[in-house]
């Protein structure tokens, strides 16, 4: 039979297998510490004999220290060093030293030494001491400076000094060059890392300094530049040399963009055609360049980025040449011409079409820049208007906009500009299918079309109901496609046109009430039913109180034309299906609302009506059954209507203002009781009784009276009855509480009066014997206070 031992016994036998098992991993784990230990020591000289150590003795100490730099990295930075040294010292040699020697033997000195340095890395490669070959390799380059400049201190002191610079740095570049080329041909040596790369860094100055030597202008010295960028780009697609390949990049790009850059500046800076001819010529010049590495760019990102580069010099030289042969506002278009003729001029790989569609849209993006404060003091600026309500009528359109903005100069030409690339968006949607692109290039021809029609009157000076009708019939051709880009396109430009016809009372009233009526229409067709809907019920606002105004109202009395809006709004959300329909209306009816309190709030008594409207419309709202807690709000806002009512009416009676809202939270806790007989009747009928009972406690302590406090006194007993009655802790704590409160506050002047007449003696005894009785009699009270707060929790 099996023996199945008990959990106690079980439990023994898992501890003495785990004890073991971490024994044993205890072993294991000092075996192979001491294993690595072993190996580290034999790595770093010849092996020992070592006695195996026994299991369980403790394992031999691991070194603590590990280098933190190899071999090669020490040697490199050593020869670094020595290097930098050296070279300073010939510097000091040379500039400050022996100077008893005169320049002419310092020279002789440091030709020797450099002739001696330069022919050191030849035994070194021979010996494959690479690293250090290169080291006195760059110490001879430095000598070669060195030297050069120690030559036209000797033999040419009067000599030009940019002329002899550009003689130096040309020859430098020859020599150094060469002289990495003749040690990379020596029989079983490879070649050398610096020579090479430093002579193209030096040969950047020659052309320049030659073209500053011969007394050249700008555009001479950019034209050397650029033939030094082209010079550069050659060697970078050329070079087999992997050292030199990179260097050449950069110089490339670093000397083509200041050529680039100069020539911009002088297009930009041409005041006549001749000088924007000239540089129009040094920017094809950087533009053939550009496209000659773009056929034989090994990448298709570099491909791209040069045919890019070029593209934008072409737009910049043949657009500046435009520039300066037109009017200044038309500078713009010109641009835009030039790079929008780039998609269609080109014909070619796949990479040259990419880059010259690139440049094209930068072109386009910075005439869209350029235009974007015009446009934005057309859309911003007629908001000054609402601080000039019908003060008259401005004389054109950019007046009305611009009242209180600055116009930009030669924004005539922004629509054209706007409409010109919106074509170009268009038309590229209309050639792309079934792809992500096509609804944003839509979206934003449909935006740039917009941006222009809003500018065109103002930048046109219209005259100013000229523009009211170009926003008008904008406003009416966004609203006619159910697209969310168009709607809300239509409510940028209804805002704009409701502020700027706040110019002239007739104005404010023809298009108020065309963008109330428009705005419905839109929404009962189904045009972006939540927008349009909450737009409409805006404007019919602000009509109303244009309305009113016009008529000569008063603000209290304009609000009650106000709360038609709200009403409307109460009505049009009970008959939508839509959820989002229904909240958008239902917000705005409220905001309406508020604009309506807002206005009467300086005259009480309509303050009063006016809430009591606005009670009614939410008690209204509060029928449908998805709206029940409006009931919540309509109770609210009849209790502020009576408030108001009664503060109209000058009455100061708190229990009036009390009273009211002490009523609706009893129905309200009434009825919550009914529905969840388990509610807490603090949670049901503390707040309404607290209402009313504290503050009348709090005056009835002020009050000379005896009304108040028999009135209260009578209330508290009744609600202390019915809580004792019903076992309810509200009605009997409240009640109790505050009947005790109020019997003290009668009883305080006869107590007053009795402490009066007892002797002095008579106090401590009473209270001695108080202490007394309540010691005798502790237990019982105890347990008389346990039943009274058994009772209590039993209670609801």
């Given at each position: ?49 070592t ?23 020490v ?13 300073v ?5 040379t ?14 000195v440091?030709g ?5 340095v330069?022919?050191a ?62 040690l ?49 780009a050659?060697?970078?697609?050329r070079?087999a ?14 000397t083509?963009?200041?050529g680039?850059?100069t ?10 055609p ?18 000659g ?12 980025g040069t ?38 001029a080109?014909?070619?790989?796949q ?98 079309t917009?941006?222009?029609?809003l ?19 904008l ?7 159910a697209?969310r ?5 239509a ?70 034309l ?14 939508t299906?839509?959820?989002?329909t229904t ?9 309406a ?23 009614v ?29 009664l ?12 009273l ?41 302590w002020?009050d000379?009276?005896w ?10 007993l009744a ?7 019903h076992?309810?802790q ?42 007394l009785?309540?010691g ?21």
């Amino acid at each position: 039979m099996t023996h199945i031992p008990s959990p106690a016994d079980e439990l023994r036998l898992l501890d003495a297998e785990l004890w073991q098992l971490d024994a044993r991993r205890a072993q294991l784990l000092t075996r192979r510490a001491w294993l690595v230990a072993a190996l580290q020591r034999s790595s770093a000289g010849p092996a020992q004999p070592t006695a195996p150590v026994p299991p369980g003795s403790p394992a031999p100490p691991v070194p603590a220290f590990r280098p933190e730099a190899t071999a090669p990295g020490v040697q490199n930075a050593l020869l670094l060093l020595g290097g930098v040294l050296l070279t300073v010292a010939a510097m000091v040699f040379t500039l400050v030293s022996w100077g008893h020697l005169g320049i002419v033997g310092r020279s002789a000195v440091l030709g020797a030494v450099t002739l001696a340095v330069l022919c050191a890395p030849v035994p070194l490669l021979r010996r494959r001491l690479r690293s250090t070959a290169e080291a006195v390799a760059g110490l001879g380059l430095a000598l070669t400076s060195l030297d050069a400049y120690a030559l036209y201190e000797a033999a040419f002191p009067a000599a030009d000094g940019t002329t002899y610079a550009a003689v130096a740095f040309t020859a430098l570049a020859a020599l150094w060059a060469l002289y990495g080329t003749a040690l990379a041909a020596l029989p079983g040596s490879a070649a050398l890392r610096l020579p090479r790369p430093a002579a193209l860094t030096v040969a950047q100055f020659a052309l320049p300094l030659w073209a500053v030597a011969a007394d050249g202008g700008p555009h001479t010295i950019t034209v050397a530049v650029l033939l030094t960028a082209a010079f550069d780009a050659a060697v970078a697609l050329r070079a087999a040399e992997r050292t030199v390949r990179p260097v050449a990049v950069v110089c490339a790009a670093g000397t083509g963009g200041w050529g680039v850059l100069t020539a911009g500046l002088l297009s930009v800076d041409a005041a006549g055609p001749g000088a924007a001819a000239r540089a129009a010529a040094l920017l094809a010049l950087a533009a053939a360049i550009a496209l000659g590495v773009t056929r034989s760019a090994p990448g298709a990102g570099l491909a791209t980025g040069t045919a890019t580069a070029g593209a934008l010099c072409a737009v910049v030289g043949l657009g500046g040449v435009l520039r300066v042969s037109l009017p200044g506002e038309w500078a713009a278009p010109a641009y835009l011409v030039c790079g929008i003729a780039l998609l269609a001029a080109v014909r070619g790989p796949q990479a040259l079409r990419r880059g010259f569609a690139l440049a094209s849209g930068v072109v386009q993006a910075g005439a869209v820049l350029w235009s974007a404060p015009a446009v934005a003091v057309a859309l911003l600026g007629p908001t000054a208007w609402l601080g000039r309500v019908w003060s008259g009528v401005p004389a054109d359109a950019r007046a009305a906009v611009a009242t209180d903005a600055f116009w930009p100069p030669h924004a005539v030409t922004v629509p054209l500009v706007l409409l010109a690339v919106a074509a170009v968006a268009a038309v590229t949607a209309s050639a792309v299918r079934g792809d992500a692109w096509r609804p944003r290039a839509l979206t934003g021809a449909l935006t740039l079309t917009w941006a222009a029609v809003l500018v065109t009157p103002a930048a046109l000076q219209l005259p100013y109901a000229v523009g009211l009708s170009v926003q008008s019939l904008l406003t009416l051709a966004l609203l006619a496609p159910a697209s969310r880009t168009a709607t809300a396109l239509a409510l940028g430009s209804s805002l704009g046109l409701a502020l700027l016809s706040l110019a002239a009372e007739p104005a404010t009233l023809t298009v108020l009430g065309a963008l109330t009526a428009v705005c419905a229409a839109a929404a009962w067709r189904g045009r972006s039913t939540p927008v349009s809907a909450a737009a409409a019920l805006g404007y019919a606002t602000a009509l109303a109180c244009a309305a009113g105004a016009a008529a000569g109202w008063r603000p209290e009395h304009v609000a009650l034309l106000v709360l038609l809006v709200p009403a409307a709004a109460a009505l049009v959300a009970a008959r939508t299906g839509d959820t989002a329909t229904t909240l958008a209306v239902e917000a705005t009816g409220g905001v309406a609302g508020l604009v309506a309190i807002g206005l009467a709030v300086l005259d009480l008594p309509v303050l009063a009506l006016v809430l009591s409207l606005c009670a009614v419309i939410a008690a209204g709202t509060a029928v449908r059954p998805d709206r029940r807690f409006a009931a919540h709000a309509a109770a609210v806002l009849f209790l502020l209507a009576s408030w108001v009512r009664l503060a109209a009416w000058r009455v100061d009676m708190p229990e009036a203002y009390t009273l009211p809202a002490t009523l609706l939270a009893l129905v309200v806790g009434v009825q919550r009781r009914r529905k969840d007989p388990h509610t807490s009747s603090w949670t049901a009928y503390g707040p309404g009784l607290a209402a009313t009972l504290v503050p009348s406690l709090a005056v009835t302590w002020y009050d000379p009276a005896w009304t108040r406090p028999l009135l209260l006194g009578a209330t508290a007993l009744a609600l202390t009855l019915l809580g004792a009655r019903h076992r309810l802790q509200a009605p009997l704590v409240l009640g109790g509480s505050v009947l005790t409160l109020d019997a003290l506050h009668q009883l305080a002047p006869y107590i007053a009066q009795v402490g009066d007449a007892l002797p002095r003696w008579a106090p401590p005894a009473l209270a001695g014997l108080l202490l007394l009785v309540l010691g005798a009699t502790y237990e019982q009270r105890l347990r008389d206070v346990r039943r009274v707060r058994e009772v209590l929790d039993r209670m609801r």
